[in-house]
Nanobody, 123 residues
Framework: QVQLVESGGGLVQAGGSLRLSCAAS????????MGWFRRAPGNEREFVAA????????AYGDSVKDRFTISRDNAKNTIYLQMNSLKPEDTAVYYC????????????????WGQGTQVTVSS
C-alpha cells in the first residue's frame, strides 16, 4: 500500500500557473505508476495525466494536453503536475493515484488514492 498526500492547490486567475505535488510513502512507492485525476462539482472523475514508474512514459487527457506536464522525482518519492494557461474549467479537486498496471487513464487500475487538493481558477 502507498500513502499519498497532495499539495500545491489554491486560487489562481485564468492564464496563470500552479504546480501540484504528490508525496508518496511506502517501501516500494518509487516502483508504482502514478496518475492525476480531477473531479469538478457535478462532474464525473476525469483523467488528467499519468506517468510510468521510470518516468519514461506519460499520457495526458485531451483537455489538458499541451498545457499540463507530469513529472516525478523518485529520489524524493514525489510526482508533480505543472499546470500552465489555466482556465476556469480546470477548477476541480485534483487527486493523485498509484497503481501497478501502467501509466493508464483508467481509474480502476489505480489502487491507492490521495485525499485531493482544491484548484480554483477565477475568470
Amino acid at each position: 500500500q502507498v500513502q499519498l498526500v497532495e499539495s500545491g492547490g489554491g486560487l489562481v486567475q485564468a492564464g496563470g500557473s500552479l504546480r501540484l505535488s504528490c508525496a508518496a510513502s511506502g517501501r516500494t512507492s518509487s516502483t508504482y505508476h502514478m496518475g492525476w485525476f480531477r473531479r469538478a462539482p457535478g462532474n464525473e472523475r476525469e483523467f488528467v495525466a499519468a506517468i510510468s514508474w521510470s518516468g519514461g512514459s506519460t499520457a495526458y487527457g485531451d483537455s489538458v494536453k499541451d498545457r499540463f506536464t507530469i513529472s516525478r522525482d523518485n529520489a524524493k518519492n514525489t510526482i508533480y503536475l505543472q499546470m500552465n494557461s489555466l482556465k476556469p474549467e480546470d477548477t476541480a479537486v485534483y487527486y493523485c493515484a498509484a497503481g501497478r498496471y501502467g501509466a493508464t487513464s483508467r481509474p480502476n487500475e489505480y489502487t491507492d488514492w490521495g485525499q485531493g487538493t482544491q484548484v480554483t481558477v477565477s475568470s
